[in-house]
């Protein structure tokens, strides 16, 4: 079974840069994308980004693209999340999941295996 583990969140200021990864263990060679997803207290789970199984294409939310930057690097089996110019509004859980028809979709309800998540907090 595919295991996904969150790691790399952080306490920062806003201005700052954070990377994210998600690695993956067990069932690594299943054909399927991996999304990063984020969720703020007392609001729904939301789309940040999501790759492809073979690192293209990638999918970037409108909130977070020109800022943030999904890679994967398979010789790790890890999906990372690079984040610049982070913002107060970036603040939440971040979860990463993995969408076995492969698509890259940005509905939460298309992902499985989610890890615990990893806390990302940006002060002003």
């Known amino acids: 079974q595919l295991k996904l583990k969150e790691s790399g969140g952080s306490s920062v200021q806003a201005g700052d840069t954070l990377s994210l990864a998600c690695a993956a263990s067990?069932?690594?060679?299943?054909?399927?994308?991996t999304g990063w997803f984020r969720q703020a207290p007392g609001r729904e789970r939301e789309f940040v980004a999501a790759i492809r199984w073979r690192g293209s294409p990638k999918y970037h939310a409108n909130s977070v693209r020109g800022r943030f930057t999904i890679s994967k690097v398979h010789s790790e089996n890890t999906v990372y999340l690079h984040m610049n110019n982070l913002k107060p509004a970036d603040t939440g859980v971040y979860y990463c999941?993995?969408?076995?028809?492969?698509?890259?979709?940005?509905?939460?309800?298309?992902?499985?295996?989610w890890g615990q998540g990893t806390q990302v907090t940006v002060s002003a």
């Open positions: 999941g993995a969408d076995f028809s492969g698509r890259g979709s940005q509905n939460s309800r298309d992902y499985t295996n």
């Open positions: 067990g069932d690594t060679d299943s054909n399927y994308a």
